[in-house]
């Protein structure tokens, strides 16, 4: 009798289990494929207004609060998590004062669930230092932004530049 009690409960849990829908596994209509995208694109905008606006450190707002982000720069990983990041991002003023960040008209925003999706956009980016020198970088940023919390964050990051056609001459 408890065996076969056990043998019901196991198929009725299999069955629900198997017949669960989970929201991110559904294909996404092309009416929610565009409005998740609009809405990544303000986010994306937001971030590059807010980081030109309040300085480095507007970068914590900005990456996921999760043990899983990551950011690379250039082939190289350069905060391997979340923790890292924020030590990072905390000291960021004393080398850079200011950051004025510009996407490219190229921004690509494409939706893959209802919470993620791939942001791809060209970049330039000027840092001045606090003693008032500037550099300009110029490269290609991807990244996926998640929806956490009602609000979209970075769940990881990329940031390429171009290699100088006059390197190892």
Known sequence: MRLRLLAVLATILVSL???RHD???QPLSPE???AIANDVRTFALAVAHDVTERGPTAWREEFADDPAFFMAVNGQLAF???QVAAQVIQDLPRT???INLRWGDDLRIDPLTADLAVVATSYTEVQTDPQGHQVTEKGFFTGVAELRG???QF???HWSAPVSSDKGR
């Open 32 to 34: 929610r494929r565009t």
């Open 96 to 98: 850079i004062k200011q």
């Open 150 to 152: 009602g609000r979209w």
């Open 155 to 157: 769940r990881n990051a």
């Open 23 to 25: 929201s991110n596994s």
């Open 80 to 82: 391997p998590n979340r």
């Open 17 to 19: 289990g198997c017949s």
